[in-house]
């Protein structure tokens, strides 16, 4: 408890509204007594409805009480797309970056979103019927790379029953069988024009997606969003490097959000955390 808090009032979201944080803290605990899911705004001042289950679980948790500041990439969202852009979500649990995603490109714009996990996809299915927004199009499928079927592995990192890993040591006994597809097959299916962005979340298994979506890669060159997982992608045998190899392979460049702004990175880094790797050929 006592780390959880001192990450806490790290936290950059945190640090921006520190009396903000502690109010919906306080709230939040009555709400976990009272079994009570408050609906409320993702984005502060406004914008996207969401509503998380009252529970001390890490995704409901970080989510009330820092909203989008839960990332930086999510906070900052708007750096990587804009109105009329196609954002794919991989991994999209809950939906806050397929919610956000929404409002920024806007009804000339598309939000494919990508979640296997049967619990998570029930929460991101009532959280999109919260808004008006009708450029989403959802996919309860695992991508991989090979179409076919496998076991999606509940991992119990950060406490959290909503995050999956296809790879069989990243998870406990604890799991559900899903469909699988390539990014390169759901972009043709999803007839999609093009892609801008993908964000990538998927507990270690991030190789496996751009495996499977090498085509739309080398086609279009997508900015992509992309959790390091260090210690999920080691237990589960793939090199913790692997994803970050396939893109650099093809030209991509990257870096980090820190405080605000992106700092170019040119390895891997060890803590737990995402990058964003562009390709010279899209300038945004």
């Not at 956000?100 to 939000?111: C, L, T």
């Not at 090979?146 to 999606?152: C, F, K, N, R």
């Not at 029953?161 to 604890?174: I, K, R, V, W």
Request: proline share 6%; with cysteine.
């Amino acid at each position: 408890m006592l780390k959880r808090f001192q990450k806490l009032i790290g936290h950059p979201g945190f640090k921006a509204d520190p009396l903000g944080v502690l109010w919906r803290g306080a709230v939040w605990a009555g709400c976990v007594a009272t079994r009570r899911a408050p609906v409320f705004h993702l984005t502060e001042g406004g914008g996207e409805r969401i509503q998380v289950p009252p529970t001390m679980r890490y995704t409901s948790v970080a989510t009330y009480l820092l909203r989008d500041w839960t990332e930086p990439e999510l906070r900052e969202l708007n750096r990587f797309i804009g109105p009329g852009d196609i954002f794919v979500d991989v991994g999209a649990n809950i939906g806050l970056y397929t919610l956000k995603a929404a409002r920024i490109v806007g009804q000339g714009g598309r939000v494919l979103a990508v979640e296997p996990g049967a619990s998570a996809a029930a929460s991101l299915a009532h959280n999109l019927a919260l808004n008006p927004f009708a450029n989403v199009t959802v996919a309860q499928k695992a991508l991989s790379s090979e179409d076919g079927w496998a076991t999606l592995h509940h991992v119990p990192l950060g406490n959290d029953p909503q995050a999956f890993s296809l790879l069989a040591g990243a998870g406990t006994s604890e799991g559900e069988k899903v469909e699988t597809i390539t990014l390169d097959r759901l972009a043709t299916e999803a007839g999609l024009a093009r892609i801008d962005c993908i964000k990538i979340d998927v507990e270690g298994a991030e190789p496996m997606v751009l495996r499977g979506a090498l085509a739309v890669v080398e086609r279009w060159q997508p900015t992509v969003i992309l959790e390091v997982n260090c210690p999920t992608g080691t237990v589960g045998g793939t090199p913790p490097d692997a994803a970050w190899n396939i893109l650099a392979e093809r030209g991509y460049r990257f870096s980090r959000l820190q405080d605000g702004q992106e700092k170019a990175i040119d390895r891997l880094p060890a803590d737990f955390c995402n990058v964003v790797a562009r390709h010279p050929a899209r300038a945004r």
